[in-house]
């Protein structure tokens, strides 16, 4: 049983990367980008809401935006995939979480620290001089898809906070990236999950995990460029490939 394989070798690893994309969120209700018709970017145009020049000419719309999508993150919960991620986590210590989501699904199943390569809504910051801004800690009320809300102001030098994403045509945050380039290089297992694998650098990821001979492992529904080239293809969600994996760990 193909489960029950990758299992083993899970299980047998000693440095593990679990690397997650928005598929990994999508069964606790957060929206894809790249699914056909539910994805965002089949629903809104990239070039208005995630560029820094989107931001520059129209800040109202694009904080508006996130706002949108960080309420409807803050409604929903961990699903059994990240749950499952968690307990892989307690079970091989050496285990390296790394997303691409903005979300904070992963914290609130258990995982710590998920590096997040392209960044979190939790945490904005000025758009000027750079000083982080620290949220109202009253959950926000969820703003119309499209509706613009005006970023709040820097206390420091009044520019507009914007969100603390990585947009298009921006550089991945350094630190982050240079721990998840080291642990692709140096796991034995690469598991991939949820992601279509076509946004870089993030994606070079499971390149440098395979050239180095690592077990690479994906979960994904749908087919990816990678679906001939990685060790296990499931073709399933991951809230039901992750708990079977998991299920395996503690062997026969
Ligand atoms: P995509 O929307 O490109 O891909 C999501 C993948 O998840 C697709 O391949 C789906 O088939 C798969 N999927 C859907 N439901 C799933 C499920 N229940 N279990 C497992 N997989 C499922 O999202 P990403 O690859 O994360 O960047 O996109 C990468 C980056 O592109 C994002 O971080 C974002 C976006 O533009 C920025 O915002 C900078």
Same mark, same amino acid.
């Given at each position: 049983m193909p489960e029950r394989d990758a299992a083993e070798l899970l299980r047998d690893a000693k440095r593990v990367v679990v690397f997650t994309g928005a598929g990994m969120s999508a069964e606790s209700g957060v929206p894809t980008f790249? &699914?056909?018709?539910? @994805?965002l970017w089949a629903r809104f145009d990239p070039r208005t809401l995630a560029t820094p020049a989107a931001f520059a000419a129209d800040p109202a719309l694009v904080w508006g935006w996130y706002e949108w999508r960080r309420a409807e993150v803050q409604r929903v919960h961990p699903n059994a995939g990240h749950r499952a991620v968690a307990t892989i986590e307690s079970h091989i210590p050496d285990t390296v979480v790394i997303t691409q989501? %903005? &979300? &904070?699904l992963h914290e609130r199943a258990g995982s710590s620290p998920v590096h997040h390569l392209h960044g979190t809504l939790a945490h904005p910051y000025c758009s000027g001089c750079g000083e982080p801004y620290t949220f109202p800690p009253e959950i926000p009320e969820e703003p119309e898809e499209g509706r613009r809300v005006a970023p709040p102001s820097c206390a420091e030098c009044a520019a507009p906070v914007r969100p603390g994403v990585v947009w298009f045509g921006e550089s991945l945050p350094e630190g982050q990236w240079g721990i998840a380039e080291r642990a692709a290089q140096d796991c034995d297992v690469f598991l991939c999950v @949820?992601? #279509? #694998? %076509? %946004?870089?650098p993030a994606a070079s990821l499971i390149e440098h995990a395979a050239a180095r001979g690592a077990v690479t492992i994906q979960v994904n529904p749908n087919s990816t460029s990678w679906d001939d080239r990685v060790s296990f293809d499931f073709r399933a969600p991951a809230g039901v490939v992750l708990p079977a994996l998991r299920g395996c760990l503690a062997g026969p």
């Open positions: 790249r &699914d056909a018709l539910t @994805g989501n %903005v &979300d &904070d @949820g992601t #279509s #694998s %076509v %946004v870089y």
